[in-house]
T-cell receptor, first 116, second 114 residues
Framework: KAGVTQTPRYLIKTRGQQVTLSCSPI?????VSWYQQTPGQGLQFLFE???????NKGNFPGRFSGRQFSNSRSEMNVSTLELGDSALYLC???????????????FGDGTRLSIL | QQPVQSPQAVILREGEDAVINCSSS?????VHWYRQKHGEAPVFLMI?????EQKGHEKISASFNEKKQQSSLYLTASQLSYSGTYFC???????????????FGKGTKLSVIP
């Protein structure tokens, strides 16, 4: 069974640009969550999608947005990039939101975004 | 409402035991534990639910004290493969949003040496 696939693996952008990251969940998984990981801060929750609806959003500015498609694939967009957005962005999928299923999240390898 | 993990880092020799703690200031619905090796994705270890049910790993155990809003991960007879950063994720209910959110701690870096 294929795991969570994130593309691209690496990305270099400059300040002010925008970027779109993609996540394909494990087949059959309908819940997708996004996290930002930086040294010393751990995993910071960005948002969670289920059945094409955003269920939860973390404490990030409106420049960070996302969406989920009918096939459960998800995209995350960051506009007007800032130096502080440099991080590893992780996507995780699960069968359903934890409150419904108590199922673990399965993480992809992430997209490493570097802002110059 | 990020959970607090302790210790931040620990070095063990093979065969030694370790305990990693995770505490929250909010009432918890569940606690998740993950391990991340350098350059790799976090990997699921265990879920602890209110009421005491556990789901997860064979060789690693954990406890969940609902009253104290704490969880501890127990690594016994550590092996070199246990090295990595351990994250606890706490699930709490946000009354405003009406839904649950999984929030991770900053991690505990565990190094097992021969």
């Amino acid at each position: 069974k294929a795991g969570v696939t994130q593309t691209p693996r690496y990305l270099i952008k400059t300040r002010g640009q925008q970027v779109t990251l993609s996540c394909s969940p494990i087949s059959g998984h309908r819940s997708v969550s996004w996290y930002q990981q930086t040294p010393g801060q751990g995993l910071q929750f960005l948002f969670e999608y289920f059945s094409e609806t955003q269920r939860n959003k973390g404490n990030f500015p409106g420049r960070f947005s996302g969406r989920q498609f009918s096939n459960s694939r998800s995209e995350m967009n960051v506009s007007t990039l800032e130096l502080g957005d440099s991080a590893l962005y992780l996507c995780a999928s699960s069968l359903a939101p934890t409150e419904y299923s108590n199922q673990p999240q399965h993480f992809g390898d992430g997209t490493r975004l570097s802002i110059l | 409402q990020q959970p607090v993990q302790s210790p931040q880092a620990v070095i063990l020799r093979e065969g030694e035991d370790a305990v990693i703690n995770c505490s929250s200031s909010k009432a918890l619905y569940s606690v998740h534990w993950y391990r991340q090796k350098h350059g790799e994705a976090p990997v699921f270890l265990m879920i602890l639910l209110k009421g005491g049910e556990q789901k997860g790993h064979e060789k690693i155990s954990a406890s969940f004290n609902e009253k104290k809003q704490q969880s501890s991960l127990y690594l016994t007879a550590s092996q070199l493969s246990y090295s990595g950063t351990y994250f606890c994720g706490t699930e709490i209910k946000y009354s405003g949003a009406g839904s649950y959110q999984l929030t991770f701690g900053k991690g505990t870096k565990l190094s097992v040496i021969p």
